[in-house]
């Protein structure tokens, strides 16, 4: 697993705290598709013989999804929205209630039936929690574990026991109460589908049983049927076993010889089954402790397993894309199928077998789950070896088994991730590539594709879209989740500016500034503020008082002379409602969060948004910024004929266009002083170049006509000053600009 940055912050550094990070990520059209691997899928039989089956399934994306399984194939019916990293487990217990476990370091609930809702969240883990295992006949306990060896097992009703069960709860919100003898965890109540408005600190908190003993990452957990029996697996090579009533060691099994990915337990507690990096699978007898069985069948990772209810038979799959059923007493196996990416994860479902894959779709299979002896009668089947390299040598020598099925029964379409990303100079644009080949055009100022190449050259494309701009770097994007993800950290994210004109933006005049991070956050937050206003009236109060009644920072930053306390959304800005992005971000109580930029309700306040977003949202604040003036000096070319217009060091903003700097020439050269309209700046000199003529001031006769030079090279009137600096100038001293007079005919 790639350890990658979240959108919080989770480090207990000495360093500089750093300021929260509001991310936004673009969803597809089609938001009933995963557009990243699969890690997990859990089937849900139905209670009543006529209703449907639903099978749930955890992505690399950071949702999870219901489907309604019925004769016409399979239909989402709801997508889970909470995690703000990749889902990498998820299991079913009482019947309606699905756990998940996320690299955001989490274990959420659900409940099944819902339109999404999240019920509770365990904040006990400190790093990427990798996989859960439950009791089938006893609702209450989940065990989790991950990443630096913690193992945790839940009693979900205890867990919130003094709270209503319809109420989300962050359970264990410390960063160091990681087990039972650990500080008192703080809890919170939250109200509604998602809502993360309202917190209550209960004065103990709930803390799970901590299985201690596992020196590194865990990677594979199972459970006995009544919850008192847990089997537990990962890079230490070994099976360990656990009394999950209270976290006590039972036995240590040794015997594989690299990471163990996959653990089963028979229901009469006697009998695991597991599966590994070394290939190997091996049958362990809990009672005699050690390992009566060892199975050769793979060639390499064993990532998956499946076993039928009598436990006479094993499904497995892994890294070499190949799906086996195994007879466990007479050694037989036979080669189902092969799918195009690596298996994940087995669900048997009826005569069929659901498989997960790095791929975003899932396939069903013909399994014979009910009567696996069919398939064997069918021919084709080997003895497995009991040595990995047995396997590896017959691979080699060709007798590679034929797949009993080619095609899948049934499959649920995901549609391509995105695996590739360039940030364009004009850092409005992004070219992404997806795993199809795809490569697309991305407006990220309002979430848009606005230009599908198809499957074309990646790098080609790069170079025809390269334009000679310089605009500071105001974000930061990933892919991770399968889609462009957008990060914004201040103040970094308010360094750039553009002029309404540049953006085509008709209701403000040309030369005003408009900062690209502000309007950004407008569009983002539209909708939150409509509802803001609707529910508590008014925006805020002078003193800071936002409407809610709790109040956020005083300010930190300075007003944006420019702003006007404009709440208007430009058309460069305006976010789609069909497709909306989703927030990923935390404020100063909860931890971080997801949801749709639509589904915001207006309730959410500092305790959720970072103070920076409110202050720029709600006050018209930006922080102190620095950088964004450019200092030069403007001299007559050598052997022209044109005066000296200044002597010292001149400041203008970066984003001023050379044509400005003609301007200001012209003047000075016809009225031997600039004009004072010329900026709200400052004055000319030690102040700045900006503006343009005053409104009114007759036009010359004789107009000189001007050029600029850098380095002996003409400039365009349209480039900016930066990226004269950038791509003529070249040197970290101050920039020079020589003008001479063109002679016109």
Same mark, same amino acid.
């Given at each position: 697993?790639?350890?990658?940055?979240?959108? %919080?912050?989770?480090?207990?550094?000495?360093?500089?705290?750093?300021?929260?990070?509001?991310?936004?990520?673009?969803?597809?059209?089609?938001?009933?598709?995963?557009?990243?691997?699969?890690?997990?899928?859990?089937?849900?039989?139905?209670?009543?013989?006529?209703?449907?089956?639903?099978?749930?399934?955890?992505?690399?994306?950071?949702?999870?999804?219901?489907?309604?399984?019925? @004769?016409?194939?399979?239909?989402?019916?709801?997508?889970?929205?909470?995690?703000?990293?990749?889902?990498?487990?998820?299991?079913?217990? %009482?019947?309606?209630?699905?756990?998940?476990?996320?690299?955001?370091?989490?274990?959420?609930?659900?409940?099944?039936?819902?339109?999404?809702?999240?019920?509770?969240?365990?904040?006990?883990?400190? +790093?990427?929690?990798?996989?859960?295992?439950?009791?089938?006949?006893?609702?209450?306990?989940?065990?989790?574990?991950?990443?630096?060896?913690?193992?945790?097992?839940?009693?979900?009703?205890?867990?919130?026991?003094?709270?209503?069960?319809?109420?989300?709860?962050?359970?264990?919100?410390?960063?160091?109460?990681? #087990?039972?003898?650990?500080?008192?965890? !703080?809890?919170?109540?939250?109200?509604?589908?998602?809502?993360?408005?309202?917190?209550? #600190?209960?004065?103990?908190?709930?803390?799970?049983?901590?299985?201690?003993?596992?020196? =590194?990452?865990?990677?594979?957990?199972?459970?006995?049927?009544?919850?008192?029996?847990?089997?537990?697996? %990962?890079? =230490?090579?070994?099976?360990?076993?656990?009394?999950?009533?209270?976290?006590?060691?039972?036995?240590?099994?040794?015997?594989?010889?690299?990471?163990?990915?996959?653990?089963?337990?028979?229901?009469?507690?006697?009998?695991?089954?597991?599966?590994?990096?070394?290939?190997?699978?091996?049958?362990?007898?809990? %009672?005699?402790?050690?390992?009566?069985?060892?199975?050769?069948?793979?060639?390499?990772? /064993?990532?998956?397993?499946?076993?039928?209810?009598?436990?006479?038979?094993?499904?497995?799959?892994?890294?070499?894309?190949?799906?086996?059923?195994?007879?466990?007493?007479?050694?037989?196996?036979?080669?189902?199928?092969?799918? *195009?990416?690596?298996?994940?994860?087995?669900?048997?479902?009826?005569?069929?077998?659901?498989?997960?894959?790095? +791929?975003?779709?899932?396939?069903?299979?013909?399994?014979?789950?009910?009567?696996?002896?069919?398939?064997?009668?069918?021919?084709?089947?080997?003895?497995?070896?009991?040595?990995?390299?047995?396997?590896?040598?017959?691979?080699?020598?060709?007798?590679?088994?034929?797949?009993?099925?080619?095609?899948?029964?049934?499959?649920?379409?995901?549609?391509?991730?995105?695996?590739?990303?360039?940030?364009?100079? #004009?850092?409005?644009?992004?070219?992404?590539?997806?795993?199809?080949?795809?490569?697309?055009?991305?407006?990220?100022?309002?979430?848009?594709?606005?230009?599908?190449?198809?499957?074309?050259?990646?790098?080609?494309?790069?170079?025809?879209?390269? @334009?000679?701009?310089?605009?500071?770097?105001?974000?930061?994007?990933?892919? &991770?989740?399968?889609?462009?993800?957008?990060?914004?950290?201040?103040?970094?994210?308010?360094?750039?500016?553009?002029?309404?004109?540049?953006?085509?933006?008709? =209701?403000?005049?040309?030369?005003?500034?408009?900062?690209?991070?502000?309007?950004?956050?407008?569009?983002?937050?539209?909708?939150?503020?409509?509802?803001?206003?609707?529910?508590?009236?008014?925006?805020?109060?002078?003193?800071?008082?936002?409407?809610?009644?709790?109040?956020?920072?005083?300010?930190?930053?300075?007003?944006?002379?420019?702003?006007?306390?404009?709440?208007?959304?430009?058309?460069?800005?305006?976010?789609?409602?069909?497709?909306?992005?989703?927030?990923?971000?935390?404020?100063?109580?909860?931890?971080?969060?997801?949801?749709?930029?639509?589904?915001?309700?207006?309730? *959410? +306040? @500092?305790?959720?948004?970072?103070?920076?977003?409110?202050?720029?949202?709600?006050?018209? &604040?930006?922080?102190?910024?620095? $950088?964004?003036?450019?200092?030069?000096?403007? $001299?007559?070319?050598?052997?022209?004929?044109?005066?000296?217009?200044?002597?010292?060091?001149?400041?203008?903003?970066?984003?001023?266009?050379?044509?400005?700097?003609?301007?200001? /020439?012209?003047?000075?050269?016809?009225?031997?002083?600039?004009?004072?309209?010329?900026?709200?700046?400052?004055?000319?000199?030690?102040?700045?170049?900006?503006?343009?003529?005053?409104?009114?001031?007759?036009?010359?006769?004789?107009?000189? !006509?001007?050029?600029?030079?850098?380095?002996?090279? /003409?400039?365009?009137?349209?480039?900016?000053?930066?990226?004269?600096?950038?791509?003529?100038?070249?040197?970290? *001293?101050?920039?020079?600009?020589?003008?001479?007079?063109?002679?016109?005919?």
């Amino acid at each position: 697993m790639h350890r990658v940055g979240s959108a %919080g912050n989770t480090s207990n550094s000495v360093r500089p705290r750093k300021e929260k990070r509001l991310t936004y990520l673009f969803n597809d059209a089609d938001d009933t598709k995963h557009c990243a691997g699969v890690n997990c899928l859990s089937v849900l039989k139905p209670s009543e013989p006529d209703n449907y089956s639903y099978l749930f399934t955890g992505s690399r994306d950071g949702t999870l999804k219901r489907w309604a399984l019925g @004769e016409e194939g399979a239909t989402c019916s709801t997508t889970f929205e909470s995690h703000v990293d990749w889902v990498n487990d998820a299991v079913l217990v %009482g019947g309606n209630t699905l756990v998940s476990c996320s690299s955001d370091t989490t274990v959420k609930t659900w409940d099944c039936f819902s339109d999404g809702t999240c019920t509770r969240t365990f904040r006990q883990h400190t +790093d990427y929690v990798t996989c859960l295992a439950a009791a089938e006949n006893n609702s209450n306990i989940v065990a989790s574990g991950g990443l630096g060896g913690e193992v945790f097992i839940w009693d979900l009703e205890a867990a919130v026991a003094p709270f209503t069960k319809t109420s989300e709860v962050a359970v264990g919100d410390s960063s160091n109460g990681i #087990n039972g003898s650990g500080p008192v965890t !703080s809890l919170r109540s939250i109200s509604s589908s998602n809502s993360i408005t309202s917190h209550t #600190n209960q004065p103990q908190g709930y803390v799970p049983i901590s299985a201690k003993g596992h020196k =590194e990452s865990v990677y594979a957990l199972a459970m006995n049927d009544s919850g008192t029996l847990l089997v537990s697996g %990962g890079t =230490e090579k070994a099976v360990r076993v656990w009394d999950s009533r209270t976290g006590a060691k039972i036995m240590k099994l040794r015997g594989h010889t690299d990471n163990i990915r996959a653990l089963l337990l028979d229901s009469t507690r006697r009998f695991c089954l597991s599966g590994s990096s070394d290939s190997m699978i091996r049958l362990w007898d809990l %009672g005699q402790q050690r390992c009566v069985h060892s199975y050769a069948v793979h060639t390499d990772s /064993v990532w998956a397993l499946a076993s039928t209810p009598t436990f006479s038979h094993v499904y497995s799959g892994g890294r070499d894309l190949s799906l086996y059923l195994t007879d466990l007493s007479t050694r037989e196996s036979v080669l189902l199928c092969t799918e *195009e990416h690596p298996i994940q994860q087995l669900a048997l479902h009826d005569d069929g077998i659901w498989v997960a894959t790095t +791929d975003s779709s899932v396939h069903r299979w013909h399994s014979e789950g009910l009567n696996p002896e069919k398939v064997f009668q069918r021919g084709g089947s080997f003895l497995a070896g009991n040595l990995s390299f047995s396997r590896a040598r017959a691979s080699l020598e060709g007798s590679t088994p034929v797949p009993m099925y080619r095609e899948a029964t049934s499959s649920i379409n995901g549609i391509p991730g995105i695996v590739q990303h360039e940030i364009l100079n #004009n850092k409005r644009h992004v070219l992404t590539k997806d795993n199809a080949g795809s490569v697309k055009l991305w407006e990220i100022t309002r979430g848009a594709v606005i230009e599908d190449y198809g499957q074309v050259s990646f790098e080609k494309k790069k170079e025809e879209l390269f @334009e000679m701009v310089s605009i500071p770097s105001w974000f930061t994007a990933d892919t &991770r989740l399968g889609s462009l993800s957008i990060h914004l950290d201040t103040p970094q994210c308010f360094s750039a500016e553009m002029y309404s004109a540049d953006l085509s933006i008709t =209701e403000k005049a040309e030369d005003d500034k408009i900062n690209l991070a502000r309007e950004t956050l407008k569009g983002l937050l539209v909708h939150w503020l409509a509802k803001k206003k609707h529910k508590f009236g008014s925006q805020t109060s002078a003193n800071g008082e936002v409407a809610s009644g709790r109040s956020i920072t005083v300010s930190r930053g300075e007003v944006d002379g420019n702003g006007e306390n404009d709440s208007k959304v430009y058309p460069p800005f305006a976010f789609s409602t069909v497709s909306p992005p989703s927030i990923i971000t935390e404020g100063s109580q909860s931890g971080p969060w997801r949801k749709k930029i639509t589904d915001l309700d207006g309730t *959410e +306040d @500092e305790k959720e948004f970072p103070w920076w977003v409110l202050d720029c949202i709600l006050h018209n &604040r930006l922080p102190p910024r620095e $950088h964004t003036k450019c200092s030069f000096y403007l $001299h007559p070319c050598e052997g022209s004929a044109a005066q000296i217009l200044t002597q010292g060091k001149l400041s203008a903003p970066r984003i001023l266009r050379i044509h400005k700097v003609v301007n200001y /020439v012209v003047e000075k050269m016809v009225l031997d002083k600039p004009l004072d309209s010329l900026s709200s700046d400052g004055a000319f000199g030690p102040g700045s170049v900006d503006g343009s003529f005053r409104s009114g001031f007759k036009p010359w006769k004789l107009k000189p !006509s001007i050029e600029i030079l850098c380095n002996n090279q /003409v400039l365009s009137p349209d480039m900016s000053l930066a990226t004269v600096r950038t791509y003529i100038w070249k040197k970290p *001293e101050d920039l020079v600009l020589n003008y001479r007079i063109v002679s016109t005919r």
